[in-house]
Nanobody, 122 residues
Framework: QVQLVESGGGLVQAGGSLRLSCAASGRTFSNYHMGWFRQAPGKEREFVAVISSSGTGTYYEDSVKGRFTISRDNAKNTVYLQMNSLKPEDTAVYYC???????????????WGKGTLVTVSS
């Protein structure tokens, strides 16, 4: 079992920045790939970014490339999502998730956090 707790969400104006954190506990964090997903009101949960267990590999959804950066600190059991140049369409609940396999799919994740709300005003 892995417990995940997200933090760092909030209200920000368009063009602004936020950094999300996800603290993990329960199992060896460095064994897992970590992902960020988001769910906007009335929409399905979608992939945002993923980072490999070692931190050397990353992948992003096209709309966030160049604006968002995923990183991790295995010593702190924490994964981060730095979000810059935020747009109103980035408004969503952001979830972190872990997977023992490399995956960009919600179905491929093993454990989920409860999410943190990001609201971007225009």
């Amino acid at each position: 079992q892995v417990q995940l707790v997200e933090s760092g969400g909030g209200l920000v104006q368009a063009g602004g920045s936020l950094r999300l954190s996800c603290a993990a506990s329960g199992r060896t964090f460095s064994n897992y790939h970590m992902g960020w997903f988001r769910q906007a009101p009335g929409k399905e949960r979608e992939f945002v970014a993923v980072i490999s267990s070692s931190g050397t590999g990353t992948y992003y959804e096209d709309s966030v490339k160049g604006r968002f950066t995923i990183s991790r600190d295995n010593a702190k059991n924490t994964v981060y999502l730095q979000m810059n140049s935020l747009k109103p369409e980035d408004t969503a609940v952001y979830y972190c998730a872990v997977s023992s396999k490399w995956s960009l799919s919600t179905n491929g994740m093993d454990y989920w956090g409860k999410g943190t709300l990001v609201t971007v005003s225009s």
